[in-house]
């Protein structure tokens, strides 16, 4: 049983409210970009990229910067070099993606080795700190936020249409080229700023479980993303709250809440949707209402 005393000594200290409306903004954010990549088939993607920005965190503990100031720029480069690598190599996605994860993470390993001395904490860069979120994270995250909210809505249409068939987007005038871009170069900058109450490990996790709990819950489009951050928001607070509540760390903690989450939806879309299927078959992507997912 929770106790009332420590709950509400935990929520009076400011590092606690800071870690709370980050992870909840955060969670949020998480959420909205997810549910794309993962009917995108994005999601090994994000893993790549989380993995990697072990890599640019090191750079910047081996020429002496904050790791923080680093990883941004790092994690946009490198999602940009990669997307050019998968559009114009005829291996297949995934495991051009693990070669680039694989690697990059061992070349961190072995720079990490380099390392003398560093003040900070390689297993809170690993695992999640959740005493690292600052007032500038807030507003970094919330304008992230704000940015991805804007950006799929005002191309929602085009969302659907290149989730749907990218061959097809193309055709009627969607900038296939240019949304991939968009949408990559965005979750580079969401991955590279969820580290800090995540970490590197388990930063896809992160991304994909809300989506996925969010894309057995609902059928239409709008309402998976709007589900998919919800999910991503509320079980990121729990997660962060658990943390601070049994000093255990952020990242696996909000993980843990996010795969319960997950698995609850599992139960109810079980028995939700077996009970419709009896009334009314589920529409199917390719032939269905470019709405209905």
């Not at 994860?101 to 001395?117: D, E, F, G, K």
């Not at 843990?256 to 879309?269: R, W, Y």
């Amino acid at each position: 049983m929770v106790d009332t005393h420590s709950l509400m000594l935990v929520l009076a200290e400011p590092f606690m409210q800071r870690a709370l409306l980050g992870g909840l903004l955060t969670g949020a954010l998480g959420g909205v970009l997810g549910s794309v990549a993962v009917l995108r088939q994005l999601s090994f993607f994000s893993d790549a990229l989380g993995h990697s920005a072990l890599l640019g965190i090191t750079f910047g503990i081996l020429i002496g910067v904050n790791p923080t100031l680093i990883l941004i720029p790092f994690a946009v480069i490198f999602a940009i070099l990669v997307n050019g690598l998968v559009e114009r190599s005829s291996l297949p996605t995934d495991a051009l993606l693990n070669i680039v994860y694989s690697s990059s993470l061992a070349a961190a390993i072995l720079a990490l080795s380099l390392v003398q001395h560093y003040r900070g904490n390689i297993r809170q860069l690993l695992f999640g700190d959740i005493l690292g979120v600052s007032n500038f994270d807030l507003v970094v995250i919330g304008v992230l936020l704000t940015a991805a909210v804007i950006y799929l809505g005002l191309s929602l249409r085009a969302q659907v249409l290149l989730t749907l068939n990218e061959e097809l987007a193309g055709a009627v005038g969607v900038r296939t080229g240019w949304h991939r871009l968009a949408f990559i170069v965005l979750l580079a900058v969401v991955v590279a700023v969820s580290i800090k109450a995540v970490g590197v490990l388990l930063i896809s996790a992160f991304v994909v479980i809300p989506a996925c709990a969010g894309r057995l819950l609902c059928r239409r489009f709008s309402y998976y993303i709007f589900a998919s951050a919800a999910l991503g928001g509320s079980c990121a607070l729990i997660g962060l709250l658990v943390s601070g509540l049994t000093n255990l760390p952020s990242g696996p903690s909000v993980v843990m809440v996010q795969f319960v989450g997950f698995v609850l939806a599992l139960i109810f879309s079980s028995r939700f949707f077996r009970g419709r299927s009896r009334q009314q078959a589920l529409p199917q992507i390719p032939g269905g209402d470019p709405r209905d997912l």
